[in-house]
């Protein structure tokens, strides 16, 4: 099993300023991913984060507005960009197990 | 492309069973996961299946038939606690661990 801690637990951020959001899971693993939640929809795929390589972006996503970072195993980080009212959402990040898929405990951002 | 879809919500009383379905169209599959979500929460594991027949675990049961492209989410006994949103997920494709979502259905259990 994999257990996931998430910094900062909520924030809210005026718009036009970043947040970066970070992600530590307590085993070594190959690939994680970061999902936004908006509020009352499901979880959508922002991207998957490889060590030692660049992000893949799901449609919709670019990196100049989701940068991330995978310095190692156990690390990534997010950052939302010069957020809107818009990114107000829960981001989650995750990663794989043998048979499941583990989540961090979300970060919930209040952008106004 | 992918599209998984899910009743959007569904209500049921104390003690009852409730039968949560999911219908997949996806161009891979390797398995398919029931998550249970709580307003404000992260998303808890309920169970996972690949291959066809159902997995019960305590109150909780999945069923999966991948030639029909459908599973179910079976809860007995109902608790006011479960109470929530359940999200069906469908891995496959070419990024190993990538799961794609349902829009989750949000069930209310009255007393």
């Known amino acids: 099993s994999a257990v996931i801690s998430q910094k900062p637990s909520r924030d809210i951020c005026q718009r036009g300023t970043s947040l970066t959001i970070q992600c530590q899971v307590d085993?070594?693993?190959?690939?994680m991913f970061w999902y936004r939640q908006q509020p009352g929809q499901s979880l959508t795929l922002i991207a998957t984060?490889?060590?030692?390589?660049?992000?893949?972006?799901e449609s919709g996503f670019v990196i100049d507005k989701f940068p991330i970072s995978r310095p190692n195993l156990t690390f990534s980080t997010l950052t939302v960009s010069n957020m809107s009212p818009e990114d107000s959402s829960i981001y989650l990040c995750?990663?794989?197990?043998?048979?499941?898929?583990?989540f961090g405990p979300g970060t919930r951002l209040t952008v106004t | 492309g992918q599209n998984i879809d899910q009743p959007t919500e569904m209500t049921a009383t104390e003690g009852a069973i409730v039968q949560i379905n999911c219908t997949y169209q996806?161009?891979?599959?390797?398995?398919l996961f029931w998550y249970q979500q709580h307003a404000g929460e992260a998303p808890t594991f309920l169970s996972y299946?690949?291959?066809?027949g159902l997995e019960e675990k305590g109150r909780f049961s999945s069923f999966l038939s991948r030639s029909k492209g459908y599973s179910y989410l079976l809860l007995k006994e109902l608790q006011m606690k479960d109470s929530a949103s359940y999200l069906c997920?469908?891995?496959?494709?070419?990024?190993?661990?990538?799961?794609?979502f349902g829009r989750g259905t949000q069930l209310t259990v009255w007393p």
């Open positions: 995750s990663c794989t197990g043998v048979t499941e898929q583990y």
């Open positions: 085993s070594q693993v190959t690939m």
């Open positions: 984060a490889n060590q030692g390589s660049e992000a893949t972006y």
């Open positions: 996806t161009s891979g599959f390797n398995g």
């Open positions: 299946n690949v291959l066809d």
């Open positions: 997920a469908v891995t496959g494709g070419s990024t190993l661990g990538r799961l794609y």
